[in-house]
């Protein structure tokens, strides 16, 4: 499936942190970026099942990133955000 989920993060030199709001609920998360590479993770609960959404990618530039993600056993797929 997909979704439009909203993500606000905070960044503190590598460290990431932030929440996530969307299909899944809301949930707090947390990451690393470096260089260009950003790792976050989050957990979850959705229609009975619980797990870690797990996202990877890169930052193209000050507005957009994009990557891959896994949500627990529900599946994987690509991502694209733009800053709003």
């Known amino acids: 499936g997909s ?3 909203s993500f606000l993060f905070k960044q503190d030199g590598e460290q ?3 929440t ?3 299909l899944l609920g809301k ?3 947390k990451g690393t970026v470096k260089g260009e590479q950003i790792d976050f993770t ?3 609960s959705y229609s009975g099942q619980s797990g870690v959404a797990h996202y990877t990618g890169s930052i193209e ?4 990133m994009k990557g891959k993600v896994v ?3 529900l599946g994987e797929g690509t991502w694209t955000a733009t800053k709003q």
């Open 3 to 5: 979704g439009s989920p």
């Open 16 to 18: 990431l942190a932030g």
């Open 20 to 22: 996530y709001s969307g």
């Open 27 to 29: 949930a707090d998360l």
């Open 42 to 44: 989050f957990n979850f």
């Open 61 to 64: 530039d000050d507005k957009k």
């Open 71 to 73: 949500i627990g056993d």
